[in-house]
């Protein structure tokens, strides 16, 4: 318990202080101006979200060989958490391109696979609910869950390659792309830190889910007598 | 061997289910129709536009009809339990999902086929030139329909819901074959067709994924 | 400067997101403790 709280004050500070970095330690970019500073928070969380939903799809494979069902709890924790993440990518995104490019959004492989993998994964927590039987359910959002994880390459390539025919802005100006130093740490520094901050958020959903459980088998005890 | 003959006698029972009563082809084919004329009362095409949109409107409407098409796979074995003397009398599982995705590429490609002249008739859109690698198209992507969903399939008839359900776990995931196939269409029914291979390739790689992923995991979806 | 105000903006949506996301664990945890204890409670004899 004292360790989770521990995680979660680092967190909140790592947050601040990675929020103090992206507003005054990197310096302002030559051609977008302050609005850029949107791009450490964004693409952090996107890189946070994708490691997020790896983590799902490896516990889904893990459920499948092993049925234990701590990863049935890791899947649906990952998966709630993976979605948060994405939804804050979704939302930032076009707050950042609206100015920059006087777009809100743009059909390239980037944001329409983002928003495909939303789509997935709001689709893998509502076949949870639509399913009663806890075995059945960790078995059966485990598959899909898989299946999910495998579609996200293709729709990705699939956009890539035959959607991206007008010039579309790159939003995220492709964080390799010579970036400067001192705003390659900042970035980094935030990636780090959007981790850790997942990592947190991650814990507390878990514990959730293995309460639930606890409480279940609890509920069954006493309505067995 | 015994994959093949366990796969060849049940794909026969599929396909004599369904030519008995025809039903599900029969109200695929309306669907479709009945998309297609909607869209064109929504959009109401000039020449032009029917030929730029025209193939992806086709798509489109092969995606819903699929998702509407594929339902019955596994709840027909509900109703009698039928999947549990299924899985007793066959020594791979995979071959019940071979035969159904089988069973299904064929309905689908046989809707897409009788639908063909009428699309073309009301998009005004000839569709003999490359008829060949259309058909080539229109069996990759229908493959791909069938594969994922009769994977989805079986799990959606597993949930409440499983209506809804059904569209919304297999549409998102289609994206690819969507994207692709009307793509390649469209370029294929030009004025000045091209073949895109690269495409069609795509279209395989994915109907090879799928299917392999169907093939690892297709007897958990099974499961009881 | 020009865009400050989106900055913040992106910045408070994001974190708000993330806050009513931790939010709902918090409440949900201590719900079911509160149900755990009345379960517990509710058993005619410790085992």
Known sequence: ?225 | MSLLSNTATLLGKELRTEFRSRELLTTTVVFILVVLILFSFAISPTAEESREFGPGLLWLAILFAASLMLQPCFLREQTNDTLSSLRLAVSDPFSIFLAKLIANTLFLLLTEILMLPLFAVFYNIPILPKLHYLLLVLFLGSLGISIAGTALSAISAQARMRELLLPLLLLPLLTPILVVSATVSVSLLDREPIVQWKGIAFLGVFDFIFLTALWLFGEYLLEE | MKNLGSVFAAYMIGWGVFFLFFLLIVKRTSDLRAELNRLKNSLPRPK
């Open chain 1, 1 to 225: 318990m004292a360790k989770r709280i521990l995680l979660g004050v680092v967190a909140i500070l790592l947050l601040i202080a990675a929020a103090y970095a992206s507003f005054f330690v990197a310096p302002t970019e030559r051609t977008m101006g302050v609005i850029q500073r949107i791009f450490y928070f964004h693409a952090a969380t996107a890189w946070a979200g994708e490691m997020t939903f790896f983590v799902c799809f490896v516990a889904n494979l893990l459920y499948i060989w092993k049925r234990q069902q701590k990863y049935d709890w890791l899947g649906v924790t990952c998966a709630e958490v993976g979605l948060a993440c994405i939804t804050v990518v979704l939302i930032t995104g076009p707050i950042w391109a609206h100015p920059v490019w006087g777009i809100w959004w743009t059909w390239d492989a980037r944001l329409t696979s983002t928003f495909v993998l939303w789509l997935l994964y709001i689709s893998y927590l509502l076949l949870r609910s639509l399913i009663e039987e806890p075995d059945r359910r960790a078995l059966l959002s485990a598959l899909f869950g898989v299946f999910a994880f495998l579609d996200v390459p293709l729709v990705f390539f699939s956009i890539r390659w035959w959607r991206t025919q007008h010039p579309a802005p790159v939003v995220m100006g492709g964080s390799g792309s010579g970036l400067d130093p001192t705003m390659s740490k900042v970035f980094f520094f935030n990636v780090f830190v959007m981790h850790v901050f997942v990592a947190f958020l991650i814990v507390e959903r878990y514990v959730l889910e293995k309460l639930r459980h606890d409480v279940d088998i609890l509920q069954r005890e006493v309505e067995s007598q």
